[in-house]
């Protein structure tokens, strides 16, 4: 009996680190297999950055958590909210469902860490899923893979303009900021989210961002945006030929080598 070849199979996270290793690898490898893990909560952005990558490059994605997505879960832990202690939510809409579309067979995951990052990064325990890390092994750092996304005409995700990740419109990981902005530019997901919070059920307070509650957080806008807008200006000055898009990347990205990320299905 011939055995079952290996596969390759790569995670979109609507992210840009993750497409760029797209880009890099779909000619090289013709039989990766493309998958997203749709939590049913990302942006708008999230799936029109998903069209266009497919169109590019002519490759299939499929959405796993298809018939299940957060408010499923959310239910099942009895409304409980994660939490970057409790991250339920990484679990059950990223890790659970990748390793089940793997199966018992053996696979290589290709993974979008770059050479500039110090990271490891998780992605299954599963003995049967190797990891592989193709920036990493050619060095590829940050300039390279914007080169990348440009050069296809992909270009960057268009939220990249005020949040650095994708993922969930409420993820917990993200910066003041960057809820600030969810507010001004997706009002009715900035107000779901503050649904969410109010009815977190353990009769305790929970809030998405360290703190404060979000109600909190948006009446001091102007005082975060300022802050924002400064460590903006210091960036650019320290990196005098870098571009403002750039110098907000940084200033977004700052945290990346954090060790309490959301695991990588959640953030390249
Ligand atoms: S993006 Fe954030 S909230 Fe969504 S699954 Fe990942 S860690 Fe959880």
């Known amino acids: 009996m011939s055995e079952k070849p290996v596969r390759h199979i790569l995670g979109l996270s609507g992210g840009k680190d993750s497409t760029a290793l797209a880009i890099l690898l779909h000619k090289e490898i013709p039989e990766m297999e493309y998958f997203f893990c749709d939590t049913h909560k990302e942006l708008s952005e999230t799936y029109q950055y998903l069209q266009r990558i497919k169109a590019r490059l002519g490759i299939k994605i499929q959405h796993l958590n298809a018939e299940?997505?957060?408010?499923?879960?959310?239910?099942?832990?009895?409304g409980f909210l994660p939490?970057?202690?409790?991250?339920?939510?990484?679990?059950?809409?990223?890790?659970?469902?990748?390793?089940?579309?793997?199966?018992?067979?053996?696979?290589?995951?290709?993974?979008?860490?770059?050479?500039?990052?110090?990271?490891?990064?998780?992605?299954?325990t599963k003995p049967k899923i190797k990891p592989v890390y193709p920036f990493k092994e050619r060095g590829l750092v940050k300039t390279d893979i914007i080169r990348l996304l440009e050069e296809s005409g992909i270009g960057l995700p268009d939220y990249y303009r005020w949040r650095s990740r994708s993922g969930c419109f409420f993820c917990f990981f993200q910066r003041k900021y960057?809820?600030?902005?969810?507010a001004?530019?997706?009002?009715?997901?900035?107000?779901?989210?503050?649904?969410?919070?109010?009815?977190?059920?353990?009769?305790?307070?929970?809030?998405?961002?360290?703190?404060?509650n979000l109600l909190e957080l948006i009446a001091r806008k102007d005082e975060i945006i300022a802050e924002h807008d400064k460590?903006?200006?210091?960036?650019?000055?320290?990196?005098?030929?870098?571009?403002?898009?750039?110098?907000?990347?940084?200033?977004?990205?700052?945290?990346?080598?954090?060790?309490d990320l959301p695991c990588l299905a959640c953030q390249l």
């Open 68 to 78: 299940r997505g957060f408010d499923h879960w959310l239910d099942i832990y009895g």
């Open 83 to 124: 939490s970057p202690k409790m991250r339920w939510c990484t679990k059950k809409l990223k890790i659970e469902p990748l390793e089940k579309f793997v199966g018992d067979d053996e696979a290589i995951s290709y993974i979008g860490i770059r050479a500039d990052e110090n990271r490891d990064g998780y992605i299954s």
């Open 178 to 182: 960057e809820w600030v902005m969810l």
């Open 184 to 212: 001004q530019e997706h009002p009715d997901l900035f107000a779901e989210a503050v649904k969410y919070e109010q009815e977190h059920s353990d009769g305790r307070r929970y809030t998405w961002t360290e703190g404060e």
């Open 231 to 259: 460590a903006v200006a210091k960036e650019k000055k320290v990196a005098s030929n870098t571009s403002l898009a750039e110098a907000l990347g940084s200033v977004l990205d700052e945290d990346d080598d954090d060790d």
